[in-house]
């Protein structure tokens, strides 16, 4: 989901660089506004998932020092 987000994100800005210099400058701003969402909300899931994997890593850890101790 990452890449698709990146890659709206670059549809994005390449669109309003045109749009830019045909001098459509409103559209060019919505297009880049969108480009520079999309770019967060790429940012986003990437972050998303570090936490996940870093939880489920901690998760892993306890449950194993927990049985450990139980020994």
Do not use: C, H, P
């Amino acid at each position: 989901m990452e890449r698709a987000w990146m890659l709206v994100s670059i549809v994005g800005v390449v669109a309003a660089a045109i749009l830019l210099l045909r001098e459509y400058r409103d559209a060019a701003i919505v297009a880049g506004t969108l480009g520079a969402v999309a770019w967060f909300l790429s940012y986003r899931v990437k972050l998303r998932a570090t936490i996940i994997e870093t939880a489920e890593t901690t998760e892993t850890e306890d449950d194993d020092s927990e049985n450990q101790d139980d020994e």
